[in-house]
C-alpha cells in the first residue's frame, strides 16, 4: 500500500462542495483518505481572476500506480466540470484559468517521477503556501 498526497483547489462554483465531492470520489476510486487538511482560502496562483480559491490536501493510501492515480484524479476532474485545458502554454508562458476543481499529486511514497505529464514530487509546491500550509498540517 502507497501513501499519496493530493492538493485539492476551487474557484468556480459551489467551491466547499466541489471539494467534498472530489475526496468522496477519491476515497472510493484512489483509495482510502486517512488524512484530511483544513480548508483554506487563497488568491490565484499565476493569473487574475475575482474569484478566490478554497484548497486542501488529502492523503491517500493506495493501490494505485502514479499513473493510475493521475488518470484516475483527471477522470474526477472532468465529471466535476473541470475544463478541459485548465493550464495552456503559449510562447512558453502557462496561462492558469477558473476551474471548478483542480487535483494534483503532490506526494507518492518517497518516489521520484519526471514525465512529461507526471511529475512527482510537484514541482512547484515549495511555492505555494496554499498547498504547503494544508501538507504540513497534515503530513507525518
Known sequence: MSKV???????????????HKAITLIGERVGLVVR???LISSEP??????NS???AVVCCETELTPRQVLQT??????ELG???IHATKRKGIINYQDRPIDIDILLYDD???DEPDLKIPHPLMQQRDFVMIPL???KD
Not at 496562483?45 to 475575482?50: D, E, L, M, V, Y
Open 73 to 78: 484524479t483527471q477522470q474526477i476532474e472532468r
Open 45 to 50: 496562483w499565476g493569473f487574475q481572476s475575482p
Open 82 to 84: 473541470k475544463r478541459k
Open 53 to 55: 480559491f478554497l484548497n
Open 36 to 38: 484530511q487538511s483544513s
Open 111 to 113: 518516489l521520484i517521477v
Open 136 to 138: 504540513n498540517e497534515i
Open 5 to 19: 498526497y493530493l492538493g485539492l483547489g476551487s474557484n468556480l462554483g459551489n467551491k466547499g462542495e466541489n471539494i
